[in-house]
């Protein structure tokens, strides 16, 4: 089946700092990839809308100079959390959607990031 | 943004009985999907109903879609200790997907 990995699987950093996360599709290309958020015991919150080679649609009160999201090729996106703060920390969960022709209505889900800022 | 609702919030019951969550939702759909999450974990896609579909089965699981009432449900039979999870369901409206708030399940053995 369909794999998406992440990368870092948990990160600590000091409030200031940038961190980065990698989601990359493994055995599959995605035109369009998802970012998502998610707090202690609560359930998920798209944070924007990445698609290949163009820029990101992000939700709603989502910062796009905060939450830099950048989609470089079929198997790659980032999100890069700029000068973190404690408020930052969450659980960062990115999916793919598979543009093949079986798998159009699933989207599949990296096992996310946990992110904490000191 | 999430759309959907669920309930029960959280639900607990002894191993080998049936459990019941269901989800709202308020908008018009392509399909509903049930994903569970271990706690701190990430998702695992369980099961998708298309918006022209009424019922599902795969394994222990068994959904249906009432698009009238804008509702659907997930039931696991014959519970098992392994199944204690949160479950969410997620509405799908042109690829995007919007979350119900989860259902916490515990199952006792």
């Known amino acids: 089946g369909a794999v998406v990995s992440q990368h870092p699987s948990w990160v600590i950093c000091k409030s200031g700092t940038s961190v980065k996360i990698e989601c990359r599709s493994l055995d599959f290309q995605a035109t369009t990839m998802f970012w998502y958020r998610q707090f202690p015991k609560q359930s998920l919150m798209l944070m924007a809308t990445s698609n290949e080679g163009s820029k990101a649609t992000y939700e709603q009160g989502v910062e796009k100079d905060k939450f830099l999201i950048n989609h470089a090729s079929l198997t790659l996106s980032t999100l890069t959390v700029t000068s973190a703060h404690p408020e930052d920390s969450s659980f960062y969960i990115c999916?793919?959607?598979?543009?093949?022709?079986?798998?159009?209505?699933?989207?599949?889900f990296g096992p996310g990031t946990r992110l904490t800022v000191l | 943004s999430q759309q959907g609702e669920e309930d029960p919030q959280a639900l607990s019951i002894q191993e080998g009985e049936n459990a019941t969550m269901n989800c709202s939702y308020k908008t018009s759909i392509n399909n509903l999907q049930w994903y569970r999450q271990n706690s701190g974990r990430g998702l695992v896609h369980l099961i998708l109903i298309r918006s022209n579909e009424r019922e599902k089965h795969s394994g222990r699981l068994r959904v249906t879609l009432d698009t009238s009432k804008k509702s659907s449900s997930l039931l696991i039979t014959a519970s098992r200790a392994a199944d204690t999870a949160s479950y969410f369901c997620?509405?799908?409206?042109?690829?995007?997907?919007?979350w119900g708030a989860g259902t916490k399940l515990i199952i006792k053995p």
């Open positions: 999916s793919a959607r598979w543009t093949g022709r079986v798998y159009t209505d699933t989207q599949y």
């Open positions: 997620a509405t799908d409206r042109n690829y995007q997907l919007i």
